[in-house]
């Protein structure tokens, strides 16, 4: 049982490059989230999606997008890489509709020059 | 404004004693805490979690207190032990609050053997 898979592990970008975070989750989760972690300041939500074909903004939107084409992929893409974007960055899936207890990924560690 | 705070960054605590993590926030309308262990390289994992409609819930050597009216809940893990060390972060919810989670710093715990 994987559960979420995240890939790559680690990046390292240029600035204004482009670039997709990949995220899947093999549990037939509805809810699945974005967020990035940065010292001090815990995990920040970026974007969330409650099921295939609906996303919305979290705390941190500005710089990214998101798509939900099926339960199982939750993509993030930078689309013109900043180094304020160097991060960590952690998809989560859950049952509930409150996206509480949430299995998350490994993270994706994202450096950008 | 971060309405989750865990304000010890670190803590350091002999094997066999009590470690005791703290989280404020300020959002009334948050009603349901949890509790999440982040080991370097990981993604967190969730360890135990609180309804607002309870002061108190105990898993193993992990219990959660709750006081809603000084908006605080605390994190008691007895008798700590080396494999305890690791990243702990305090999150929050509430329907009314924005319907997603809400993350503290992170408060990162030492078990000396």
């Known amino acids: 049982n994987a559960g979420v898979t995240q890939t790559p592990k680690f990046q390292v970008l240029k600035t204004g490059q482009s670039m997709t975070l990949q995220c899947a989750q093999d549990m037939n989760h509805e809810y699945m989230s974005w967020y990035r972690q940065d010292p001090g300041m815990g995990l920040r939500l970026i974007h969330y999606?409650?099921?295939?074909?609906?996303?919305d903004q979290g705390e941190v939107p500005n710089g990214y997008n998101v798509s939900r084409s099926t339960t199982e992929d939750f993509p993030l893409r930078l689309l013109s890489a900043a180094p304020s974007q160097t991060s960590v960055y952690f998809c989560?899936?859950?049952?509930?509709?409150?996206?509480?207890?949430?299995?998350f990924g490994q993270g994706t560690r994202l450096t950008v020059v | 404004d971060q309405q989750v705070k865990q304000n010890s960054p670190s803590l350091s605590v002999q094997e066999g004693r009590i470690s005791i993590l703290n989280c404020d926030y300020t959002n009334s309308m948050f009603d349901y805490f949890l509790w999440y262990k982040k080991y370097p390289a990981e993604g967190p994992t969730f360890l135990i979690s609180i309804s607002s409609i309870k002061d108190k819930n105990e898993d193993g050597r992990f219990t959660v207190f709750l006081n809603k009216s000084a908006k605080h809940l605390s994190l008691h893990i007895v008798p700590s032990q080396p494999g305890d060390s690791a990243v702990y972060f305090c999150a929050a919810y509430g329907k009314a609050a924005g319907n997603k989670l809400t993350f503290g710093g992170g408060t990162r715990v030492l078990v000396k053997p």
């Open positions: 989560a899936s859950s049952y509930s509709r409150a996206n509480t207890e949430a299995f």
């Open positions: 999606s409650v099921g295939a074909g609906i996303t």
